[in-house]
């Protein structure tokens, strides 16, 4: 009985997941990331100063506005039956490659843009990790460029996020 409901459960979760289109996945994993350093942040010990101070308000923020988003959108706009589930299942064994590949449209936004922007949130979230990190002396206008950089680049994969619904 519990694995039928870690099945459905894995399922379901599956399901909500391909709701999601691609701007989203990516903020979930840039959230992902931004999360975990966050958490290493609070814990790592490092003498406080301006620079650490602002790159933890960077961090913070950030996640407070991915998660805000993704905890917000209405992910399940219908309850989903086991019945129905099995169903889609069986649908999709029984269709051609050609009508699969029409399922997982990519044409929700444009795709180099998305990967630019996953690209810099990623580049900006270790520069900024390592500058806090190996504590280097570094010009606070380079931190508010990171962070300018950061913010644009998560602005944009929030603007371009959207729930099939």
């Given at each position: 009985m519990k694995n039928n409901r870690f099945r459905v459960l894995k399922k379901e979760i599956m399901s909500d997941w391909d709701?999601?289109?691609?701007?989203?996945?990516?903020l979930v994993i840039a959230g992902a990331l931004i999360f975990m350093t966050s958490i290493f942040i609070a814990f790592y010990d490092v003498p406080s100063?301006?620079?650490?101070?602002?790159?933890?308000?960077i961090f913070r923020s950030s996640v407070a506005s991915i998660?805000?988003?993704?905890?917000?959108?209405?992910?399940?706009?219908s309850k989903?039956?086991?019945?129905?589930?099995?169903?889609?299942?069986?649908?999709?064994?029984?269709?051609s490659c050609d009508k699969i590949s029409e399922k997982y449209n990519y044409c929700d936004g444009n795709s180099i843009q998305l990967l630019i922007a996953f690209f810099?949130?990623?580049?900006?979230?270790?520069?900024t990790g390592s500058v806090y990190v190996f504590k280097i002396?570094?010009?606070?206008?380079?931190?508010?460029q990171l962070r300018d950089l950061?913010?644009?680049?998560?602005?944009?994969?929030?603007?371009?996020?959207?729930?099939r619904k």
């Open positions: 709701k999601l289109n691609i701007a989203a996945k990516i100063n301006q620079i650490t101070r602002d790159i933890e308000v998660f805000g988003f993704v905890l917000s959108s209405n992910l399940k706009n989903v039956s086991q019945k129905n589930i099995e169903k889609y299942e069986k649908a999709l064994e029984h269709e810099i949130c990623m580049v900006t979230i270790i520069s002396d570094i010009d606070p206008a380079t931190i508010s950061m913010c644009t680049s998560i602005g944009f994969l929030l603007g371009e996020s959207d729930i």
